[in-house]
C-alpha cells in the first residue's frame, strides 16, 4: 500500500481533443433530480473557443495513486473565461446531464392506455434519449386511461409522472456516458464505493488541508466523520385522497393511507381533491405514494468524507458510531463532490480548497419517494377541437353520448377514433336534452378543475366550414333547431313534393321579425306524436291541411266538430260511412242532394219520411213502388197497380174518373153498396 506521500488525487477530462487540464471539479448530485458538475479547467497552450462543444459530452476520470476511483460525465451546457494564470488560460465549465436537452422544449402530447412507465418509456425513445434504465422498477403500475403532456418539456412531463407514482431515479457515470437509472424500491440499490464507511470523530483531509503528510494517513478515505442526523416533522400522519367517477355517480371514489406516527402530534390529515383518479385501487397507491413522500424527509444523515468513489443512489454501511442508531445501511440521497487536482492545489488560487465528499442519506428501512416539485399544468380558458371519428363515420359515440376531438395543437397524426379519450357533452336544457356534435363540428372544449386529462364539451361554433343555416345578418330573427340526415336517405313512395323541397334535414325555426311572426316545423321523412292525456289547438284565422297520400283518424269514443258558417267536402273518388249504432242528421233550412247516377237506400226494417208540408217525388221515366208481389209502378203513361189483392178504402168518396174505365173480373166482379146506381 502506498504511504502518504506517494498517495495523490488526479483528475482527467476530455473535452472534445482541446488540450485542458482539469484543475477541480465541484459535483452535486441528489436523488431524483439532475446533477449540476461545475469544472476549473485550463488551458496550457492558448485559448479555447467553447460554443463548438456546448451540448456535447465531457467525461472526467477521478484517480487516486493511479487508482480509478469514478466517474463524472455531463453535458457542457455553459462555459466562461475566468482569468490567465501562470498555468494558462482558466475557464469555468458547467455540465448537466442530457436530462437537459429534453428540458428546453414545450410539447403537447396525448398517450392514451398506457402506464406511467411506457409513457416515460415513450417520451424519452420518442426524443431520442437512449441512456435510461428501467431496471430498477419493480412493480407494474395501471393503465392511465388518458394522461396529456400539456405545455410542458419532456423533462418536466415525465417528471411529474415519476414523482406522481413515487418513482425517482440518480445517474450511474461511465467514462463515456451517464445513465438514468429509474426505481421505485429501497431494494434494487447497489453498493457504494466503497461499501462500508468507519465512523471517525476526528477524519480531516489528508491533502488539501496542508501538505504536511504528518496530519493524516492513506487509510483517510474509509473514514466517516460529522455524522450527524436531522430530524423534521410536518405533523402529517394521514392523507385522504377523493375524486369523483360519473359513471359510479352514488359514491365519491375515495382512499385514505396512514403513516407511522413518531410522536403524539403526528396525526394531521391531508385532504386532497381531486386526485385525478377512477379507482379506489389507484387512490389508495397515490395517497401511499403522497404521505410518503411528505415524511421522506423526516430523518436525514449528513457526513462527510474523502470517499470519492461515494455516490447518490447506492447503500452505504456506517459503522463504529458510539450511537447505535446511527450504524447500519443508507441510501445516498444526495453529495456534493469538492476534488482538486493535486498537481494545482498549490497554486492558482486554490490554496486551502477542501478536498470532501458531503453525504446525506435516509435509512433503507424508510421509503424513498420524491417531491413534488413539478406541478401539474393547469388550462386557462376554453379550447377550441374538432370532433372525429372512424374514416367515414359522421356521427360517433359511445353509450354515454361521449365524443372525440382533435386538438389544434395535436400534431401526432392519429386516426380520428383514437384522437383522445371520450369526452363528455354538456347538454342544454337539463337532462332532457340530447343533441350530438358531428364529426368535423368544431367544439369548445372546457377542462374540469383546469386538468388536461379531463375534458369536457361545453359547446359549440360555427367556422368557415360549417356557417350558419341562414345567411346572417339577414335573418338575424330567426332562432332554430335544425339536424342533418344520416347515412343514406332511402325511398320515399309516393310522396308528394313539398314547398321546402327536399333539404335533407329535420328543422324547428322560430320567425321573430315583426309581421311575419312564424313557428315552422320540418319533418324530413315520418312526424310522431304522442299525448298521454289531452290535446288542444286554437287557430286564430285559418288553417288548412294537405295530406299527399293517405289519411287515417282513428277516435276511441266521441268526436265533435262544430263549424261556424259553411262546410266544403269535396271527394274525387268513393266514400264510405260505417255507423255501427244510430246516425241523426239535423238541418235547419234546406238540404239538397246530388246523385250523378244512382242512388241506393237500403233499410233492415223501416223507413219512415215525414214532412210538415209536402212531399214531392220526381223521376224522368218511372217510379215503381214493390212490395213482395205488389207492385205499384209509375211512368209517363200512367200508373199500374198489381198484386193479388187490390183494395182502396176511403172513409167518406172514392172518385174514380177517366175517358174511359174498363172494370173485369177474370172469375168474377162484385160491386155493393148501400145505393148502387148505375149512369
Not at 430498477?136 to 394522461?147: E, H, N, Q
Not at 286554437?538 to 276511441?556: F, K, P, S, T
Not at 266538430?561 to 255507423?579: F, M
Not at 247516377?597 to 209536402?614: C, H, K, M, N, P
Request: hydrophobic share 30%.
Amino acid at each position: 500500500m502506498p504511504d502518504a506521500f506517494s498517495r495523490q488525487s488526479q483528475m482527467q477530462i476530455d473535452l472534445g481533443g482541446e488540450q485542458v487540464e482539469l484543475v477541480r471539479i465541484r459535483a452535486s448530485e441528489e436523488l431524483g433530480k439532475p446533477f449540476e458538475i461545475s469544472l476549473r479547467v485550463v488551458a496550457t497552450l492558448g485559448e479555447v473557443d467553447l460554443l463548438p462543444h456546448l451540448g456535447k459530452p465531457v467525461g472526467l476520470t477521478c484517480l487516486e495513486d493511479g487508482e480509478l476511483q469514478r466517474y463524472f460525465h455531463g453535458i457542457l451546457v455553459a462555459g466562461r473565461f475566468v482569468e490567465e494564470t501562470n498555468s494558462g488560460h482558466n475557464y469555468d465549465l458547467t455540465l448537466m446531464p442530457w436530462t437537459e436537452l429534453i428540458d428546453q422544449n414545450v410539447d403537447y402530447a396525448i398517450h392514451q392506455d398506457l402506464s406511467a412507465v411506457d409513457i416515460i418509456r415513450k417520451t424519452l425513445d420518442d426524443a431520442g434519449m437512449t441512456d435510461y434504465d428501467l431496471g430498477g422498477i419493480t412493480k407494474s403500475y395501471d393503465p392511465r386511461v388518458y394522461c396529456v403532456q400539456y405545455r410542458e418539456s419532456d423533462f418536466a412531463f415525465v417528471s411529474r409522472l415519476m414523482q406522481e407514482e413515487g418513482i425517482y431515479y440518480y445517474f450511474e457515470h461511465h467514462e463515456n456516458r451517464h445513465v438514468m437509472k429509474l426505481c421505485d424500491a429501497q431494494s434494487v440499490h447497489p453498493a457504494s464505493n466503497p461499501a462500508r464507511l468507519e465512523y471517525s470523530s476526528s477524519s480531516v483531509s489528508v491533502f488539501l488541508t496542508s501538505s504536511d503528510p504528518r496530519q493524516g494517513d492513506d487509510s483517510s478515505g474509509k473514514f466517516i466523520h460529522n455524522w450527524y442526523d436531522r430530524v423534521a416533522t410536518n405533523l402529517r400522519g394521514k392523507l385522504t385522497v377523493r375524486d369523483y367517477d360519473f359513471e359510479k355517480a352514488d359514491r365519491p371514489v375515495e382512499a385514505e393511507s396512514y403513516g407511522d406516527g413518531e410522536h403524539s402530534h403526528d396525526e394531521k390529515e391531508v385532504y386532497v381533491y381531486p386526485g385525478n383518479l377512477v379507482e379506489e385501487a389507484r387512490a389508495s397507491h397515490l395517497g401511499e405514494v403522497a404521505l410518503e413522500s411528505q415524511r421522506a424527509g423526516r430523518q436525514i444523515f449528513t457526513g462527510e468524507t474523502q470517499a470519492t468513489g461515494i455516490a447518490v443512489g447506492t447503500h452505504l454501511t456506517v459503522f463504529e458510531h458510539p450511537h447505535e442508531r446511527k450504524n447500519g445501511e443508507f441510501l445516498i440521497t444526495k453529495t456534493y463532490h469538492n476534488i482538486v487536482n493535486e498537481t494545482y492545489r498549490s497554486g492558482d488560487n486554490l490554496t486551502g480548497e477542501q478536498f470532501s465528499t458531503k453525504v446525506e442519506a435516509i435509512p433503507v428501512s424508510r421509503p424513498f419517494r420524491p417531491q413534488r416539485t413539478v406541478p401539474r399544468p393547469v388550462t386557462h380558458g376554453l379550447e377550441s377541437a374538432i370532433v372525429t371519428g372512424p374514416e367515414g363515420e359522421e356521427i360517433y359515440t359511445d353509450e354515454w353520448g361521449r365524443v372525440k376531438v382533435r386538438f389544434h395543437w395535436d400534431r401526432s397524426g392519429s386516426s380520428g377514433d383514437k384522437s383522445t379519450c371520450w369526452i363528455r357533452v354538456s347538454q342544454t336544457g337539463g337532462l332532457g336534452n340530447l343533441i350530438l356534435p358531428r364529426v368535423t363540428h368544431e367544439v369548445l372544449v372546457d377542462f374540469l378543475n383546469g386538468d388536461p386529462d379531463r375534458p369536457i364539451v361545453v359547446g359549440r361554433v360555427f367556422n368557415s366550414r360549417h356557417k350558419p343555416i341562414y345567411k346572417l345578418p339577414e335573418h338575424k330573427t330567426r332562432a332554430l333547431w335544425r339536424t342533418k340526415r344520416y347515412g343514406k336517405t332511402g325511398q320515399y313512395p309516393e310522396t308528394q313534393d313539398l314547398d321546402t323541397g327536399k333539404p335533407g334535414v329535420n328543422e324547428l325555426r322560430f320567425e321573430d321579425k315583426g309581421g311575419s311572426e312564424e313557428v315552422f316545423l320540418h319533418a324530413e321523412r315520418d312526424m310522431n306524436t304522442r299525448i298521454r292525456h289531452e290535446e288542444t289547438h286554437h287557430v286564430g284565422r285559418n288553417q288548412q291541411v294537405m295530406v299527399g297520400n293517405d289519411r287515417e283518424v282513428i277516435v276511441g269514443h266521441n268526436e265533435t266538430i262544430t263549424i261556424g258558417n259553411d262546410q266544403s267536402r269535396q271527394i274525387a273518388h268513393n266514400q264510405t260511412l260505417d255507423v255501427g249504432d244510430q246516425q241523426r242528421e239535423t238541418i235547419g233550412s234546406h238540404r239538397s242532394v246530388s246523385v250523378g247516377r244512382t242512388d241506393t237506400l237500403s233499410v233492415g226494417q223501416t223507413i219512415e219520411i215525414t214532412a210538415g208540408t209536402s212531399i214531392k217525388l220526381e223521376a224522368g221515366m218511372s217510379i215503381e213502388f214493390k212490395v213482395g208481389a205488389t207492385t205499384i209502378s209509375m211512368d209517363n203513361m200512367g200508373i199500374n197497380f198489381k198484386g193479388p189483392m187490390l183494395s182502396l178504402k176511403a172513409d167518406a168518396t172514392v172518385t174514380v174518373q177517366s175517358l174511359k174505365t174498363d172494370i173485369t173480373g177474370s172469375a168474377m166482379l162484385t160491386e155493393t153498396g148501400g145505393i148502387v146506381m148505375i149512369n
